[in-house]
T-cell receptor, first 115, second 110 residues
């Protein structure tokens, strides 16, 4: 049982480059989330999805885009990388919304550096 | 305001119980309290959650105050592997937007 899988684990980008952070889950979860975590800080929600074809902005969506064409996959796109996007990115999923009996399952993160 | 308040850090000795406090004074009647922990270089891991009653599972216990304005995560016997950042999260509204604060850094010593 793989759970939530993120790729790549590490990436260095130059300013202005673009990339896609991949996230896939094999638990048939409806809800998926993208968080970023800056050094010494808590997690901030970037985007989330309540099901295939439905996405919505979180707390810090600027500079990012997402899509949800399947239940399993929820890629995060950076179009014009900036140094402020240097962070660790975590993808998570849950069977339903958090207030139900369904905890979040996190991947192990993608460490991104923009120089 | 969906924020919770936790101490920045706490220390414990191995094999001793640890009580991690969390203040959520503006909580409403339908808000759940969830706890997660994050080990170094890993994603957060679910620990426990509750609404009104105290809860126990294999990892920890959660004690919720009668007025629900605070809660305490209890690790009954701390081990070195429990050294992590512990996040107390209040699930509000539709529950779609979970807000993580800076959590409590737990240090466990021999």
């Amino acid at each position: 049982n793989a759970g939530v899988t993120q790729t790549p684990k590490f990436r260095i980008l130059k300013i202005g480059q673009s990339m896609t952070l991949q996230c896939t889950q094999d638990m048939n979860h409806n809800y998926m989330y993208w968080y970023r975590q800056d050094p010494g800080m808590g997690l901030k929600l970037i985007y989330y999805s309540v099901g295939a074809g439905i996405t919505d902005k979180g707390e810090v969506p600027n500079g990012y885009n997402v899509s949800r064409s399947t239940t399993e996959d929820f890629p995060l796109r950076l179009e014009l990388a900036a140094p402020s996007q240097t962070s660790v990115y975590f993808c998570a999923s849950s069977l339903s919304a958090g207030y139900h009996n369904s905890p979040l399952h996190f991947g192990n993160g993608t460490r991104l550096t923009v120089t | 305001d969906a924020k919770t308040t936790q101490p920045n850090s706490m220390e414990s000795n191995e094999e001793e119980p640890v009580h991690l406090p969390c203040n959520h004074s503006t909580i409403s009647g339908t808000d759940y309290i969830h706890w997660y922990r994050q080990l170094p270089s890993q994603g957060p891991e679910y620990v426990i959650h509750g609404l009104t009653s105290n809860v126990n599972n294999r990892m920890a216990s959660l004690a919720i105050a009668e007025d629900r304005k605070s809660s305490t995560l209890i690790l009954h016997r701390a081990t070195l592997r429990d050294a992590a950042v512990y996040y107390c999260i209040r699930i509000t509204g539709g529950g779609n937007k979970l807000t993580f604060g800076t959590g409590t850094q737990l240090k466990v010593e021999l």
